[in-house]
């Protein structure tokens, strides 16, 4: 399918047509834990990221498997799972991770995830990650400097990730990781080689340890793709993303290089 720069080629937030998606038939069996209950009410009311609900609908399917880095206490993960052949959850905050495995507890017809405690980074290792409340979405390597809520945890690559779990039929990653993209990406080119993967990546830049190199490694990524899109599904250019990192604005990217039906 051709779409043209800022061209929306399929619609979002559209509850009533059938035509078009929206998650609450997905999510609205769906259990969880007593902690954040106002999250997952405002979840199952269709007001926390529609957009990305839509885009893992669009872009997930039964013969691949997912892999969700920073899965937090599990809201993409029990939907992708659901759309996915196994989903494989990455969450090294250990107060998330305990909250995320309750929540897989409570939907005992989701089996196909594998949850890993590691971080991913650019080599194995010991690292701090923290933040101003573990559990909260938003511990990170990058933010535990100076933060008394913050451990240790393990970290190991991209590539030993695939390894060690043997995932050979993954076609989608979504990646929020609050200020580490442009570590963790550096380590997925070999992965992204072959033409159907495609990623979401949420982007911090306020949190970038070397603003511009960061920048230009996230650009540089990119070019490799041959769709960029928002979450609205638009087309946006390399300068659009750049200029963005360097203003320090937060937002997300769909990189492929195959459309979705």
Not at 112 to 139: A, R
Not at 196 to 221: R, Y
């Amino acid at each position: 399918m051709k779409i043209k720069k800022g061209k929306t080629y399929f619609k979002v937030n559209t509850i009533l047509d059938d035509l078009f998606y929206s998650p609450i038939k997905a999510l609205k069996n769906i259990r969880s834990s007593f902690s954040h209950t106002l999250f997952w009410k405002s979840n199952k009311q269709n007001r926390w990221e529609n957009e990305t609900y839509h885009i893992l609908h669009k872009f997930l399917d039964k013969d691949h498997s997912y892999i969700d880095i920073g899965a937090w206490i599990g809201p993409t993960v029990l939907y992708g799972a659901q759309k996915s052949k196994h989903c494989y959850a990455i969450e090294p905050d250990p107060v998330a991770r305990k909250i995320l495995i309750k929540n897989l507890k409570k939907n005992p017809k989701i089996k196909n995830v594998t949850v890993i405690s590691k971080c991913i980074m650019d080599k194995k290792c010991d690292i701090d990650i923290g933040g101003d409340k573990l559990g909260d979405s938003m511990s990170s390597v990058m933010r535990s400097k100076g933060k008394t809520n913050s451990l240790k945890v393990k970290a190991i690559t991209f590539s030993d990730l695939i390894k060690k779990h043997k995932i050979n039929n993954c076609n989608f990653i979504k990646m929020d990781i609050e200020g580490a993209e442009s570590i963790v990406l550096t380590g997925m080119k070999n992965f992204f080689k072959k033409s159907n993967k495609s990623i979401i990546i949420s982007l911090h830049p306020g949190l970038f340890e070397n603003l511009k190199e960061d920048a230009k490694v996230i650009v540089n990524f990119s070019k490799n793709f041959k769709y960029k899109l928002n979450t609205n599904l638009k087309e946006i250019d390399v300068d659009y993303i750049e200029k963005s990192l360097i203003n320090k604005n937060n937002f997300d990217i769909i990189l492929t290089n195959n459309l979705p039906n």
